[in-house]
C-alpha cells in the first residue's frame, strides 16, 4: 500500500526559509504545496528556483486548502506564536522555527493548543538532528566521558545584527538545546553578562553561564561580532573529553584520553595527582544534512504518532531559559533562577 506524501507549506521566504524549502522538495515523504510570504518579491525568487510550487501572500488561503497537512513556519521571531496558533486551530501540525516564540506564555499556549488538538507541533532545534551531536551524546549516554564536569561552547562570528532580538534570542536557543539534548536536564539558573556594541539596545555579544541541577556547568560565548567563524564545544568529563568543532569538514569530534586523577594521600602527606595525556580518536561521523534529518523526523513524527524530539515543550523550556538569560543580561548579569515548565500537557 502506497502512503500519500504529507502536504506541506512554507510560510516565510527570507534567509531560512530556502534551505527548508529545498530540503522539504528533495524529501519523498513530503509534498510542497504552497509557499507563502508577505513580501511578492520573495515569492518570485521561489517559484525562480520551483516553477511548479504555488505561491501566495494570503495566509489564509493558505490555511484554507484541504491538501495541507502541515505549516512550516519561518518567519521573524515575533510572528511565530500568531502563525503557529492559526494552523493549529486550523488543524494543521506544525513546524515552527527556533526559538519557538518571543515568550513562555505564547509558548505554553501553542503546546496545549496542539496537545488538546492533537496534532503534531515540533520546534526548528536543528543542530539535535546533527550527526556529530547525536555522536556526542552516543558517548556520554554510553558514560565513555565518566562524569561530565563542565561544557564550553563558543558560537561566534560576523554575524547579521538583528533589529528586534537580542544575540541571547538568535544563536544561544542552538547551544541550550543541544546542552539539553545532551545532559538530559535543564539548566536551573543562569547569570549572563553582554553588551549592544553596535546598537546600544541590541546586546550583540553575550557570555551566559549556566548551572545544572547535576552539578554541571556550562558557558555559551554567543556574537555577531567576531574576526572569525567560531562553532566549537568542549565537553570536560572524569573519564575523557572532547572538542567538537562544526566547522570542520571531516573530523568534527575528537576524544582526548586526557585527564587528571586525584590520590588520596597514603599517609599524612600531600595528595596526588597524576596527568593523563593519551590518545586522541576522531570517530568516523555520518555527513547527512541536520535539516534533511529534521523534515524527516518532523514527517515521521506526524505519520507514528510519536512525540518529536523537540517538541512543544522542549521549545518552552528553551524559551523560559532564552527569558531568564535576557533577565539577567539586562540586570547587569544577576543570576536568575530557571523554571521547570509548569506546564503537563
Ligand atoms: N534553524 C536554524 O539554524 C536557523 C537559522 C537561521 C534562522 N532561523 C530562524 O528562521 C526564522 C526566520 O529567520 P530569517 O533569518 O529567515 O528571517 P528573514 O527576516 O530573513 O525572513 C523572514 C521572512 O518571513 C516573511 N514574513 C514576515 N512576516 C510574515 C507573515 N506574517 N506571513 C508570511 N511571511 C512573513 C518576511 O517577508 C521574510 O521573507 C527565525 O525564527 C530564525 O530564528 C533558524
Known amino acids: 500500500m502506497s502512503v500519500q506524501p504529507l502536504g506541506v507549506a512554507l510560510v516565510g521566504y527570507g534567509y531560512w526559509g530556502p534551505n527548508l524549502l529545498r530540503n522539504y522538495m528533495e524529501l519523498p515523504e513530503a509534498e510542497v504545496k504552497w509557499v507563502c510570504d508577505v513580501r511578492a518579491e520573495a515569492l518570485k525568487t521561489a517559484q525562480s528556483r520551483y516553477a511548479s510550487v504555488p505561491v501566495s501572500t494570503a495566509y ?16 521573524p521571531i515575533s510572528t511565530h506564536h500568531a502563525i503557529a496558533k492559526a494552523a493549529l486551530e486550523a488543524g494543521k501540525h506544525v513546524f515552527v522555527e527556533k526559538p519557538m516564540t518571543a515568550d513562555a506564555a505564547q509558548a505554553r499556549e501553542l503546546v496545549e493548543l496542539a496537545a488538546a488538538r492533537g496534532l503534531t507541533l515540533m520546534v526548528g532545534h536543528t543542530f539535535v538532528f546533527s550527526p556529530p551531536v547525536r555522536k556526542v551524546k552516543e558517548l556520554i549516554e554510553a558514560g565513555a566521558l565518566g562524569e561530565i564536569y563542565f561544557i564550553t561552547t563558543q558560537r561566534v562570528n560576523l554575524g547579521l545584527h538583528q533589529k528586534d532580538v537580542s544575540v541571547v534570542w538568535d544563536l544561544a536557543p542552538h547551544d541550550l538545546s543541544v546542552l539539553y539534548y545532551w545532559l538530559g536536564e535543564h539548566a536551573c539558573a543562569v547569570s549572563v553578562y553582554g553588551r549592544g556594541c553596535i546598537t546600544p539596545d541590541v546586546p550583540d555579544v553575550a557570555f551566559i553561564n549556566l548551572k545544572f541541577p547535576s552539578g554541571v556547568v556550562a558557558e555559551i560565548q554567543a556574537s555577531w561580532l567576531s574576526p572569525v567563524k567560531l562553532r566549537r564545544t568542549i565537553v570536560v568529563g572524569s573519564k575523557k573529553m572532547l572538542v567538537y568543532d562544526d ?5 568534527k569530534v575528537k576524544i582526548y584520553d586526557h585527564g587528571v586523577d586525584f590520590q588520596e594521600p597514603s599517609d599524612y602527606g600531600e595528595f596526588q595527582l597524576s596527568y593523563r595525556t593519551g590518545d586522541i580518536v576522531a570517530p568516523k561521523i555520518s555527513g547527512a544534512e541536520p535539516l534533511y534529518l529534521e523534515a524527516q523526523h518532523f514527517v515521521h513524527s506526524i505519520v507514528d504518532r510519536q512525540p518529536p524530539l523537540t517538541g512543544g515543550e522542549q521549545g518552552l523550556q528553551v524559551v523560559i531559559s532564552l527569558e531568564a538569560a535576557e533577565a539577567s543580561l539586562r540586570a547587569g548579569g544577576v543570576e536568575m533562577p530557571i523554571a521547570v515548565p509548569p506546564c503537563t500537557a
Open 60 to 75: 489564509d488561503q493558505v490555511l484554507a486548502d484541504p491538501a495541507v497537512d502541515a505549516v512550516l513556519v519561518a518567519t
Open 247 to 251: 566547522t570542520e569538514n571531516v573530523e
